[in-house]
């Protein structure tokens, strides 16, 4: 991959972690959970989807393919799942308190079911009803919140509709595939 793609992917992930770890997270009585976690969910949406819309869309064009093994091919790019997670993981090494994922009731991976029957509720009311955007709530000793991950670009449909892990292959653009989940531990 060229030097100025991959420059590209750390630029990208560094502005998300600065601006994660930019959110006052703990100490000012003043900010509450929930517009912690409700900045947190807005910063990846909006990371996530200048991914989508302005890398993997435009460099496909040019014959740059996003691909779950994009670190062993100089002509690919991790997949947009793949900057969400490995942005989390940043997230994670910088602020031991916070956990950024990805949740579906029909995952590719079983590592991106939800983690507790809280969780399982909240997606379930977000895909009840996408609109409301983000759902937040406790959960034991975390507070957590989801906001709908949607199939940005048929792409991302197809993606999941191809994959061999995929339990639903019928996704279309537009369709809410899961939730960007984060997690604040107390």
Known sequence: MPKSIKGLYWIAASAVCAAMVALPLTGIAEVSKDLVVRQLLATVHAFRTLYVENITERLQRVGIQP???WMS???AIMLPFQFVKVAG???KSLVKNVDVGLVSLTPLYSVNFPKTEAEVAA???LMANPNLNVVTFTDGKEFKGISPDFAIEQSCA???NH???SIKKDFKKGDMMGAIVVRLKR
């Open 158 to 160: 197809d993606c999941h």
């Open 73 to 75: 091919d100089d002509h």
């Open 67 to 69: 691909k779950e093994d």
């Open 89 to 91: 993981q940043e997230i």
């Open 163 to 165: 994959h061999p892990n």
């Open 123 to 125: 997606l379930q009311k």
